[in-house]
């Protein structure tokens, strides 16, 4: 028979919380996430404050993701989809690469359901230095080495770290700092003038 008062191991969710775990109630505590990062930032967010806007226990939040920086990747993850969005990169002509990489990107920050997340990682990555590794090595993990894997040029990696350099600093200044006029731009237009920069970076 198991003692009642006996300790639970770290980490384990109460027995409450277990009953109500699934994978509809992680997506839950993912969406909470993204609006609490979105709207108080990294620092100002805690686990409890997901789990109270997810209406689940804390203890259910360190149950599926053990730590803020992982909630916080998951989270990043959740927006970017990289399963979907990397595949789509890669698919069609070598020599359309990067205005597929353009199109894609800029797509992903003109979509209202993942701006202000996103939003939220960059703002977040550039004043906090555990925010910024996380998203560090997210982009690295999950979509440079992927697009680096299939890049048959010299130094692929930096290549696509480059490639990377360019269209998050452009996601700075049109999204973030709303630089005049890239900010007001038609997303072809940008499209259109940044895709032959992508491409030498990736296969010049």
């Not at 910024?132 to 090595?137: D, E, H, Y």
């Not at 982009?139 to 480059?162: G, K, N, W, Y």
């Not at 499209?191 to 992508?198: E, F, K």
Request: no cysteine.
């Amino acid at each position: 028979m198991t003692d009642a008062t006996a300790p639970r191991r770290r980490g384990r969710p109460p027995r409450t919380a277990e009953s109500a775990a699934g994978p509809a109630t992680r997506d839950r505590i993912l969406i909470a996430a993204r609006t609490e990062f979105a709207e108080r930032g990294y620092d100002k967010t805690s686990m409890r404050g997901i789990a109270r806007a997810a209406g689940v226990d804390a203890a259910l939040v360190h149950h599926y993701f053990g730590t803020k920086d992982e909630v916080f990747a998951a989270s990043i993850e959740m927006s970017f989809e990289p399963a979907m969005v990397v595949p789509r990169l890669l698919e069609g002509p070598p020599d359309q690469l990067g205005e597929r990489i353009a199109r894609v990107f800029l797509g992903v920050w003109e979509d209202e359901r993942t701006r202000a997340p996103l939003l939220a990682v960059v703002r977040s990555a550039l004043t906090h230095e555990g925010a910024a590794k996380v998203l560090r090595g997210f982009v690295l993990r999950h979509l440079l080495r992927r697009i680096a894997a299939e890049l048959s040029v010299p130094d692929p990696t930096l290549r696509a770290e480059l490639a990377a350099a360019q269209m998050i600093g452009i996601a700075i200044l049109r999204y973030v700092i709303e630089a005049e006029p890239l900010a007001s731009a038609e997303v072809e237009q940008v499209v259109s003038l940044v895709a032959p920069t992508l491409q030498t970076y990736l296969t010049g």
